[in-house]
Structures are given as structure tokens and as C-alpha cells.
């Protein structure tokens, strides 16, 4: 359902493949991606009007983790300059959500280990980062609902 019917760029879905993210971030990496679809997920299953929606994400400011945040960005459309995301330094990864007095929280679960750093690191990354890409949020996040 469009709540401005009449603006064409408002509203547009959120939906980037991994070439998208790869443009936006630089390379493509699995941190973007468990944030695109944390913020997707959120998108979907919460609210999908990115001016009613906030994030507050949950990481270390050093990269690769923090990494989490342009993905994030992306996949529910809550952004720095809009000021409905917000950054809190923290040592493990996840995302609280809120819209309209819900609250959902995504926590990414025990992931399969990196490739190791032999060969060609990068490419292994960029893999490792397209299969996170295939997979079911369910099997990805724990996912809790507050209302």
C-alpha cells in the first residue's frame, strides 16, 4: 500500500542483489549482507515506511563488523542523514527495530566460520558473502518480537 501515491520516487522497494550492495559498499563482504537483510527483514516484518521505521544497531566501530551498518541502511531504509539509525559501540552484532510501539530484535546466530586467509582471501569473502545472501533469515538470526 503506497501512502503517497502521487510521488514517484517514494516507496520504491528495497530489494538490491549482491552486485548492489558490492556498488554501494566497495566490495561485497558477509557483514553487508547480515545487515541488508536484518534491515530487509525488518522492512518486511515490522514496518516498511523507512520515516516510521528506526534502527539502532549494535556493534564494535571497527571494520569488518561495523560494515553491518550500510547493509542495515540499505535493507530497511533507515539512514544517518534521515537520523533514524543509530550506532551503539558494543562487542557482538545485533539490531533492535522499532515502529509504531514494536520493537523486533535480529541477532545474528553462530555463523559457519570464515574461509581461511590462503589464496585468494578475497574471492573466498565474496562467496562466503553471496551463500549468506541465499539463506533463510530463520536459519541466519534469532529473531524476537516486543509488543
Known amino acids: 500500500m503506497k501512502w503517497h501515491p502521487h510521488c514517484k520516487y517514494m516507496e520504491l522497494p528495497k530489494d538490491y542483489s549482491v552486485e548492489d550492495l558490492a556498488r554501494f559498499h566497495g566490495h561485497l563482504g558477509p557483514n553487508i549482507v547480515l545487515g541488508y537483510m536484518m534491515g530487509k527483514y525488518a522492512s518486511d516484518n515490522l514496518c516498511c515506511d523507512p520515516f516510521s521505521l528506526k534502527a539502532k544497531v549494535f556493534c ?6 561495523s560494515c553491518i551498518v550500510d547493509g542495515v541502511q540499505l535493507g530497511s531504509g533507515c539512514t544517518l542523514g534521515k537520523g533514524n539509525i543509530e550506532i551503539v ?22 555463523m559457519p566460520p570464515l574461509p581461511e586467509n590462503d589464496g585468494d582471501y578475497e574471492v573466498k569473502i565474496e562467496k562466503y558473502a553471496e551463500e549468506l545472501y541465499r539463506m533463510n533469515p530463520d536459519f541466519l538470526f534469532e529473531i524476537k518480537r516486543d509488543e
Do not use: D, G, R, V
Open 89 to 110: 559501540e558494543q562487542s557482538e552484532i545485533e539490531c533492535e527495530f522499532i515502529a509504531n510501539s514494536k520493537i523486533l530484535w535480529i541477532k545474528p546466530k553462530n
Open 60 to 65: 564494535p566501530k571497527k571494520t569488518p563488523e
